[in-house]
């Protein structure tokens, strides 16, 4: 599989010397391997096939990592990590202790910047090339950004800012259409527009005499123009969109041909100022079913190389990677939102759903069959998600955003500002919430109960199982107020049949099961291992509570008073850092009612995940690394019953 060119191959410079006619075939090796390990390890599979060519041919024109080549999302780096020698450890790709699917920092120089949110590579990118200008040194500094990234907003910040500064800067634009779907709006169709530009011929005269006044690269480009008239299209279009910001539009190129993509690159490396680079290519390319399905296969746990079929494992405790689930599995937390959300714009007009470029992997997509007037998909634009949101909300609609936990924290302020400080009654469906697996600490969506617990008239819940997602999404959408739903990625617990929708009494929490020992208050997807702990307590002779919390925002007081005065020591358990989240809620509530915590006081004792990111890893193997499995559980209620009793200092009485 790994045959004799892609071994050869420890470093960029190895690349470099390999003969441009056995460029093909490296490209065809590097393809198998890469579907050949992501159909074990899963992984985002057709964003890598589409870039197999392009991340050959900037390796080999530039000089990394002396030249920094900056990934946008980071999803596509696969033949880029191949290519910096990291060859002997694809096979952990994603894997707890192996490669990263993104690019990181800690492993490779070649890794020149942390990304995993889209948008971002342009403002680093043209950062680190301010700073090489302040420092006098000499280096290229190049941002590969797709299509569907450039529609977010920052993207428009940076470029902009680049064109007024003038400094050097080459943005490759991966144009292959899509984002998972097809990439939306008026960038989208402009791009379409010099992908097909039907002038193309009439224009390249034009070109000529403007490409001709580029002073040191005219005559070089010019020639260029003439070679490539076969084929390609090689325009550079003066007045246009990334012209008018002050770029040197260079393309489209055809993202698949090597050598015009060396050539196009060289070009733009000798053009002074930013320049952006437009290619093409296909996402997918390579794999039949990853062409024909770029979406499905974006992102996907394993499958079978011959098929394409999923082959997930059965109904772990989070079940599968993605969101596809075998015909005898529960429905995913995923389903349920989408289920939820069709039954709520059945029952209630008002309400509309908005994604951000996420239809079918937030669930959106149904709503959007059965109520195509009511849905709206803005791009991979999160904060401007949450304002028009807001916009809807002022005319009377009842929104509900769907975006992941983790994306949600670009529009912080949009939330802050544009929905909690005017009440406005939008709904935040957060998918992804806790600890995501394979991808690792920038998508794990453990910050969420922080910075929304804070946010003016909020109310922020959690549910234990998919029926209690339904039941919060009809409380949150008839609540008149802001409100947010948190729920994790992977399977529900199948346990019960579907329920009727019922509204929630906001602010009470569920008692499960009374015991006089101890206190387990837990959120959403603690809810079920802490009803094992109370379980394996009762075998140690320790009766505990258990207590669903269901709300992080407001939490029950009332409740929790009462479980501080008549048993005084309770565990709190959440699946979210420490810091701001489910624990600190109730800290605050007991200390704000002025009960003392402590010796002589209630032994309180806040189980969440540390404030050190965690890294990429099976989501079960990291919960029980942290004590958030149902023996970690378990052995911190027996601490704080031990503690409580004043047993702390002498020998641990009880072992779980
Ligand atoms: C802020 C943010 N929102 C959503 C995502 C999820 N996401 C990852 S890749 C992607 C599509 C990116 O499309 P594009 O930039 O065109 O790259 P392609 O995958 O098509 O190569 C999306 C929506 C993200 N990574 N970051």
Redesign the pocket.
Known sequence: MTGGLLASIRSPEDLKALPSDRLPALAAEIRSLIIETVSRTGG?L??NL??VELSIALHRVFQSPRDRIIW??G??TYTHKLLTGRLDRFHTLRQEGGLSGFPRRDESPHDVFE?????TSISAALGIAEARDIKGEDFEVVAV????????GQAFEALNNAGDRKTDLIVVL???????GP?VGGLASYLARLRTHPAYSRVRHGLETFVQRIPLVGPPLHQLGRRLKGGVKYLVLPGMLFEELGLTYLGPVDGHNIPLLEEVLRQGRRIKGPVLVHVL?K?GKGFPPAEAD?DRF??TGPFDVATGESREPGAGFRGPSTSVNGPSQPATYTQVFGESLLRLGERDERVVAIT???AS?TGVAAFARRFPDRWFDVG?C?QHAVTFAAGLAVEGFRPVVA??S??LQ?AYDQILHDVCLQGLPVTFALDRSGLVGADGP??HGVYDLAYLRMMPGMTVMAPRDENELGHMLLTAVSLGRPAAVRYPRGLGSGRTPPEELRELPVGKAEVLREGGDVAIVAIGSMVEPSLAAARKLERLGIRATVVNARFAAPVDDELLGMLADDIGAIVTVEEHVASGGFGAAVAEALTDSRRRLGPGGVRLRRLALPPDPVQHGKVECLLARFGLDAEGIARAAVEVVEAREGAAEGPVVRRV
């Open positions: 985002h057709a964003p589409g870039v946008d999302v999803h596509q990304t995993g949110h889209s948008s950004i797709g299509d569907g990234a450039l529609t977010g991966n144009d292959n259409e899509l984002s998972y990439t290519t996402k770029p974006h992102g951000a470029a996420m992997s991979i999160e975006i992941y983790t994306f670009r920038t998508h």
